[in-house]
């Protein structure tokens, strides 16, 4: 079972930029898809990002093209979401989660997650 620890949320304004972090343990990530979903006040919890394993296959949804990017580092067994030019919609709770199927995007084929952590970006 791995357990997956999301951290670097919190409160920009528009315009302003965060790093959010995933540390996994309890299992390598070496051979997972790894992805970062969000769930804003009152929404279903929606895809943002995803890579595969080797950190050759990047796939975003189309509302943070250009603005985030999602990298991993497997030596440290983190993921990571690089968010620039936050807007007040990216709003929401973060979650980070494991897959065993290639370019995974829906949640249905995530089958850890984490507990989320809050980002807050202010008009």
């Known amino acids: 079972q791995v357990q997956l620890v999301e951290s670097g949320g919190g409160l920009v304004q528009a315009g302003g930029s965060l790093r959010l972090s995933c540390a996994a343990s309890g299992r390598t990530l070496s051979f997972s898809t790894m992805g970062w979903f969000r769930q804003a006040p009152g929404k279903e919890r929606e895809f943002v990002a995803s890579i595969n394993s080797s950190g050759s296959n990047k796939i975003y949804a189309d509302s943070v093209k250009g603005r985030f990017t999602i990298s991993r580092d497997n030596a440290k067994i983190t993921v990571y979401l690089q968010m620039n030019s936050l807007k007040p919609e990216d709003t929401g709770v973060y979650y980070c989660?494991?897959?065993?199927?290639?370019?995974?995007?829906?949640?249905?084929?995530?089958?850890?997650w984490g507990q989320g952590t809050q980002v807050t970006v202010s008009s």
């Open positions: 989660a494991r897959s065993l199927t290639y370019g995974a995007t829906r949640q249905v084929d995530f089958g850890s």
